[in-house]
């Protein structure tokens, strides 16, 4: 049977773009649609604005630091209207760039929303009917607002970036990190920031210490963290929104924005027609090849829910072109990976928690708090960690968690240790570097605890 293309990528996002380009590298005919933006949920709407709303929002902190530092420095009000002009523009940028990638590669884009007729035919919203000898579904994935009065009222992570105005004061709803993280970039742009989680820690998953010292952290800059506290009924009132919680308050917020998890975006694409099956969640069902049931339909990144970080889909990019189009069939490798948070403290881990840990194996606990100096010299009260948890029968370094300024810059490196399986005597052997936060990584000698 002769096809339109040898691979038709749905979903523009940073795995499907680079599947594309790497499978056209080949000399595969390869055609990718994206009815949005290129770029996805990490370049238009997820990590690349936020991590840049992250910067802005540290500097009002770094005035207050730079004055006890001799600087004599008047603070200023924050424009958000002058930042927004800016970051849409960098935005486009990073479209026009993913767009110029795909052209260089002979990639043809239809810019249209796609689905699935059957496992070898692909329908466009602009009335067209194409085929592919493999389809490669990379749709990624969507916040969801729970089903409450009121709820439409509200915005997600989505809207964040498109207000013409900041709110004076914001209900984050929420424990996970795209909240935790939105609660600091706020509260650091001036704003009143509330936080409900109905847990009873913010960052479920993440090591029970380092989740704690983010959380007091947060509160100490001036977040309200309101624990085992969730929205009963939103209605809309003369000044904002009144919201009416489970604690028995109400209380009028300018905005609430929901963080309450995502789901994949599987809804209304053919997937059923083609036979694809879908998991609970609505996840398309793969397996260590990123194969659906249906031979020639392949799934990469969130839409399979494995592990929802932009590098990760790009590497089951790169093992799908390895596999169909290589001739090499490659696994990808979802152990150990890396991770940074980008809360107000930063936390970067990676491996086990030691809550983890311990119901695997007897574990070492090697585990420091302290203020640095740049915070002492400032008179700021933030507390940084460092926390190694190691095996006792191996001595491995099961896992790594550090909360701190840039940990996410520390993670990666320590990442690379804990990946080859370092031992915490190899940590120890590797000679401190004077005076930085990081040196403790290798100069905790004792363990605090076992478990």
């Known amino acids: 049977m002769t096809f339109d293309y040898d691979l038709f990528v749905i979903g523009g996002g940073s795995g499907g773009v680079r599947a594309a380009r790497v499978a056209a590298a080949t000399g595969a005919k390869v055609a990718l649609a994206e009815e949005f933006r290129m770029g996805g949920t990490c370049v238009i709407r997820g990590c690349v604005p936020k991590k840049l709303m992250v910067f802005a929002s540290g500097f009002s902190e770094m005035f207050d630091d730079a004055r006890a530092y001799g600087w004599d420095l008047t603070d200023g009000p924050f424009h958000w209207s002058r930042f927004r002009t800016k970051?849409?523009?960098?935005?486009?940028?990073?479209?026009?760039?993913?767009?110029?990638?795909?052209?260089?590669?002979?990639?043809?884009?239809?810019?249209?929303?796609?689905?699935?007729k059957d496992p070898h035919t692909v329908s466009l919203s602009t009335g067209q009917t194409v085929t592919a000898k493999h389809i490669l579904v990379a749709t990624g994935g969507r916040p969801v607002v729970p089903d409450l009065p009121g709820s439409e009222l509200g915005i997600t992570s989505n809207d964040i970036f498109l207000l013409e105005d900041m709110p004076k004061s914001i209900l984050i709803v929420g424990g996970g990190y795209i909240a935790s993280e939105f609660a600091g970039i706020l509260n650091g742009l001036g704003i009143a920031v509330t936080q409900f989680y109905r847990g009873e820690q913010i960052l479920r998953g993440f090591d029970d210490e380092a989740r704690a010292l983010v959380a007091d952290g947060m509160r100490e800059k001036g977040v309200d963290l309101k624990l085992g506290t969730n929205v009963v009924a939103m209605e809309k009132a003369d000044k904002g929104i009144l919201v009416k919680a489970t604690d028995g308050t109400e209380k009028t917020y300018d905005q609430v924005m929901f963080a309450t998890g995502r789901?994949?975006?599987?809804?209304?694409?053919?997937l059923e027609d083609a036979g694809v099956a879908l998991g609970r969640s609505g996840e398309i069902v793969v397996d260590d090849y990123s194969q659906t049931g249906i031979p020639s339909v392949y799934a990469i990144g969130d839409v399979t829910n494995r592990v929802q970080l932009t590098p990760v889909a790009i590497r089951e990019g790169m093992a799908f072109v390895e596999t169909v189009f290589k001739g090499n069939p490659t696994k990808v490798d979802h152990e150990l990976i890396p991770s940074a948070v980008f809360t107000q403290p930063e936390l970067g881990t990676i491996g086990l928690t030691e809550e983890q840990a311990r119901d695997v194996e007897p574990v070492e606990i090697y585990s420091t708090t302290f203020k640095p100096m740049n915070?002492?010299?400032?008179?700021?009260?933030?507390?940084?960690?460092?926390?190694l948890v190691v095996s006792k029968a191996t001595r491995k370094v099961l896992g790594c968690h550090i909360v701190a300024d840039h940990a996410g810059e520390m993670i990666q490196l320590a990442g690379v240790a804990v990946k080859m399986g370092a031992t915490k005597e190899d940590f120890d052997r590797t000679v401190a570097v004077h005076p930085t936060m990081a040196e403790e990584l290798v100069t905790m000698k004792e363990p605090v605890r076992s478990a």
Do not use: C, Q, W
């Not at 760039?97 to 239809?110: F, Q, T």
């Not at 915070?375 to 926390?387: I, P, Q, T, W, Y």
């Open 87 to 116: 970051l849409h523009a960098e935005l486009d940028r990073l479209e026009g760039i993913y767009r110029k990638l795909l052209g260089n590669s002979d990639v043809e884009i239809y810019d249209a929303r796609a689905s699935l």
């Open 375 to 387: 915070h002492s010299f400032a008179g700021r009260e933030d507390r940084v960690l460092m926390k």
């Open 263 to 270: 789901a994949p975006n599987t809804d209304g694409i053919g």
